[in-house]
Each structure stands twice: as structure tokens, then as C-alpha cells.
């Protein structure tokens, strides 16, 4: 049963060294607020899973929390590279990070078989593709029923899934809604699940269409108010396109990075803190 905690108080429980860890959250509801905590409390040898690892891969890349990352896409959207990402990659900095790179329906097929307890995905995305010249770990089946030749991918089981929701009530049932990705697969595959919340509400009124997580799926629940900054939580804040943009020349350069690092995460308390750091005006006019 999930257990309401501060999100430090979560991560030093949930969150190890060497842990496989998927933070998920498609386009808004990523778990920054999370992510700077892990990267506070210095965790190392993470192997990330993510289908689009955006900003907040690559600060933890950057700050040396991850040996390895699974993926489909990688980059700052709308703006071009993650250049931490590809810094690690080109040239082992801060640390060496293998890669495992799958397609977009891989992954979710992934998640899937994760949740359902199966130990790898069919699918059909592979045919015609070279994939598998660049990850062996894409092997085929051939169907018991109609001798068709499939793809087969390992599922994706985390030690811990990391998302951001909306709402959640006193015993811990998440609400989440708008543009959802593989939030739930990802909760359900994972062994342990940390959720950071915008709002604890003592009654859930779900709108159409939106998920709801079980209490007992859930292993901590965290209040975060704007625990998805920069991106967006969908009926509370909107994306903030600027720290996107300015992203590209703090990331380039390591000793900007590091400067950034240190004052904004490693020196801030809790995310809080970072976000009255983000309302200075001299922080703002870099960011324009």
C-alpha cells in the first residue's frame, strides 16, 4: 500500500545504487522534482529506461548518476541534442554509459509484457528494419498458429518506476490525465513505485479518459507542486519553452554544467527551493 512521504524521504528508501530505473511521463508530467532528488542524494550506477529522455536524463547523465541507458529517442524536443547524453557516449564524461537503443513500439510493447508478468514483447515494428544489427537482444518467434516470424524484445521489469500525476487522495489512488504515455505500464511493471503528485485531494473526480493507479501499486506518494517543471502538468501549469531553449547552452560547455548543477540542485534544499531559485530575475534573464 502506497505511504505518503516527503519525496526525499522516498527516494532514500526506494532509490539504490545499481537500481534499473524508468521515469516516465510523456510530453508534460515528467518527474523532475524526482530526478534532482536522486541526483542530491548522489545515487551512481543507475541503468535508466526511458522512451523519450529529454532535460532530465540528461542532467542525470551529466551528473554521473547513470552507467547505462535504454531508450528511443533521445534529445531536447524542439530544440536539437542532449549534449551531457552525448558527452558521456563520445567520450566517457563524467562516467561511461553503455546504450541500448529499441524503437518507440518496442518499448511500450516492453512495459507491457513487464506488467503482465511476461518475460518478453511480440511484436510486428521490426520487419524491414536493421535493428537488430545494433542490439542482439531483438530475436524472433515464429507464431504457433499461423507460422508468421515476429519480433521478440526482452520486457522491461525497473527496480523502480518514476512518474508525476495530477492528484492523489489520503490513501495513496493516483489520478492522472491529458497526454498519458506509458505511465501505467511502467508503474505496473516496476518492483517499487515513487509518485510525485501537484495536490493531495481527500476525493478523486476523474475526468474521461484519465487512469487512475491503485493505492497497493503505488510504493510512496510525494506532494510536489510543480514537480513536473519545465514541462507541463495538464490543468495546472503550462511548458516552459525558455529553460528548454536555454538548456542548449548551459548543457554544451561541462564547466557551465557543473556551475548550473551545483547552485540549482546540489545546493538547493529540495525542489522548492529550486523553483523560488528559478523566479530570480538574474536566473530569468538568462533564460530568455
Known amino acids: 500500500m502506497a505511504e505518503w512521504a516527503s519525496l526525499s524521504e522516498a527516494v532514500a528508501a526506494h532509490v539504490h545504487d545499481g537500481d534499473t530505473i524508468a521515469m516516465e511521463g510523456f510530453t508534460h508530467l515528467?518527474?523532475?522534482?524526482?530526478?534532482?532528488?536522486?541526483?542530491?542524494?548522489?545515487?551512481?550506477?543507475?541503468?535508466l529506461i526511458r522512451m523519450t529522455p529529454d532535460l532530465i536524463y540528461d542532467q542525470l547523465i551529466g551528473a554521473g548518476c547513470a552507467s547505462k541507458l535504454t531508450f528511443s529517442w533521445g534529445g531536447n524536443p524542439g530544440v536539437g541534442s542532449l549534449h551531457r547524453f552525448r558527452d558521456a557516449v563520445e567520450n566517457d564524461w563524467p562516467v561511461p554509459l553503455d546504450i541500448e537503443e529499441r524503437s518507440h513500439s518496442d518499448l511500450a510493447n516492453a512495459y507491457v509484457a513487464g506488467a503482465a508478468n511476461l518475460p518478453f514483447a511480440v511484436l510486428r515494428g521490426y520487419k524491414g528494419s536493421d535493428f537488430a544489427r545494433v542490439n542482439d537482444k531483438i530475436r524472433s518467434v515464429t507464431c504457433p498458429f499461423t507460422g508468421e516470424v515476429l519480433a521478440a524484445t526482452p520486457a522491461v521489469r525497473p527496480d523502480v518506476a518514476v512518474i508525476h500525476a495530477q492528484k492523489a487522495d489520503w490513501k495513496g489512488n493516483v489520478l492522472l490525465w491529458g497526454i498519458i504515455g506509458v505511465q501505467k505500464e511502467a508503474v505496473l511493471a516496476a518492483k517499487r513505485a515513487i509518485v510525485t503528485v501537484e495536490e493531495r485531494v481527500r476525493t478523486l473526480d476523474a475526468p474521461p479518459n484519465a487512469c487512475i493507479l491503485p493505492s497497493w501499486v503505488v510504493a510512496s506518494v510525494c506532494e510536489v507542486p510543480r514537480g513536473a517543471t519545465p514541462s507541463y502538468a495538464h490543468?495546472?501549469?503550462?511548458?516552459?519553452?525558455?529553460?528548454?531553449?536555454?538548456?542548449?547552452?548551459?548543457?554544451?560547455?561541462?564547466?557551465?554544467?557543473?556551475?548550473?548543477?551545483?547552485?540549482?540542485?546540489?545546493?538547493?534544499?529540495?525542489?522548492?527551493?529550486?523553483?523560488?531559485?528559478?523566479?530570480?530575475?538574474?536566473v530569468q534573464a538568462v533564460y530568455q
Open 235 to 282: 490543468g495546472y501549469y503550462e511548458r516552459d519553452n525558455s529553460f528548454y531553449r536555454a538548456w542548449d547552452g548551459i548543457s554544451r560547455d561541462r564547466e557551465r554544467f557543473s556551475a548550473w548543477l551545483n547552485r540549482h540542485v546540489h545546493k538547493t534544499q529540495d525542489f522548492k527551493e529550486y523553483l523560488s531559485l528559478q523566479n530570480d530575475p538574474k
Open 30 to 47: 515528467i518527474p523532475f522534482a524526482a530526478g534532482h532528488e536522486i541526483i542530491r542524494q548522489g545515487r551512481r550506477r543507475l541503468s
